[in-house]
């Protein structure tokens, strides 16, 4: 069998896979297949809405050892049309490693079948209409500007005076 990369997303609606919802397992770095839910179970589709690579690699940060990398893109407004187009909000992402003969997963105690146990992809760009944040982006970079204008431009030189005594008046030096 050999290493698993497995992705499942969709709408959690339920407690057995619908068809709002997808899997995607790479077996062996090798196999790619995709599911779609059912109602009980799930079925496997054909589909060129999923692209991925995986390789071994070294980066610097975070792991500084030799480790499998996978770049994924799944193209949502094909993949599935319960989806309308929108991002799904739940998601599980968990491998195996043959090696070790050991599950991770994320959510940790997630199921592939369970789609109510999926962590919930919840707020952020969702919730903000694209217009808004465009102006609200153009509003901060504005205010940005002006305020360093304000501190960067050229103050005019203050002129020295000197006390001399003549009537109790300061006169430039």
């Known amino acids: 069998m050999g290493d698993i990369w497995q992705i499942c997303i969709g709408v959690p609606n ?3 896979p619908l068809s709002s919802q997808n899997k ?6 090798q196999n790619l297949t995709v599911y779609e839910g059912n109602g ?3 079925d496997e589709i054909q589909t060129s809405s999923v692209k ?9 940060v975070p792991l500084d050892y030799e480790h499998w990398c996978l770049e994924i893109i799944i193209d949502k407004s094909t993949l599935n049309a319960a989806w309308n187009g929108a991002p799904p909000i739940g998601l599980r992402v968990a491998m195996y490693d043959a090696t070790n003969a050991t599950w991770l997963a ?13 962590g919930q ?15 609200v982006v153009m509003l901060l970079s504005s205010a940005a500007v002006a305020v360093g204008f304000y501190f960067k431009r050229k103050r005019p ?3 020295s005076y000197c006390s001399r005594k003549k009537g109790k008046v300061n006169y430039p030096c």
């Open 14 to 16: 339920g407690a057995a």
């Open 24 to 29: 995607i397992e790479i077996v062996g770095h």
């Open 40 to 42: 009980s179970g799930w």
């Open 52 to 60: 991925w690579a995986d390789s071994m690699t070294i980066h610097d």
């Open 106 to 118: 994320w959510p940790p105690a997630s199921d592939p079948d369970v789609p109510d146990s999926w």
């Open 121 to 135: 992809i919840t707020g952020g760009a969702a919730t903000i209409p694209d217009s808004l944040s465009f102006g």
């Open 157 to 159: 030189k203050t002129q």
